[in-house]
């Protein structure tokens, strides 16, 4: 069972990749591109040009595990304005993306500090 909070960090590779690529190709683009360690306790999320679908690849300590997600109807939001290829996310960031929200343009309310009451 893939359990998302177990991840030490979530890589998102922001350029789109080539969807043919499995887990030989997204685990070398892993190594020369993002210049990480697949064996890591790392998940890795690609996503393709038309934005429908995503792969994740992980290491589960006994091999490679690759999760694909097509939408039918739909278009994943993906980042356009981060200077780096690895965007990492945390764990509800990934949560928003796969439900549809824009995790790069949700922001809590502003943290008030007042002093005074009156």
């Given at each position: 069972?893939?359990?998302i ?33 697949p ?18 690849l992980?290491w ?28 990492i ?20 309310h ?9």
């Amino acid at each position: 069972m893939l359990k998302i909070d177990s991840f030490k960090n979530i890589y998102l590779f922001r350029p789109f990749v080539d969807f043919r690529k499995s887990i030989d190709g997204l685990s070398l683009i892993v190594e020369s591109e993002m210049k990480l360690d697949p064996f890591s306790n790392y998940l890795f999320i690609f996503g393709n040009r038309k934005k429908d679908k995503l792969k994740v690849l992980y290491w589960d300590k006994t091999g490679f595990a690759l999760w694909y997600k097509r939408l039918e109807e739909d278009k994943y939001i993906w980042p356009v304005h981060h200077e780096q290829d690895n965007v990492i996310l945390k764990v509800k960031e990934l949560e928003y993306l796969l439900d549809g929200l824009n995790p790069w343009q949700l922001s809590p309310h502003k943290e008030l500090k007042y002093k005074k009451c009156g």
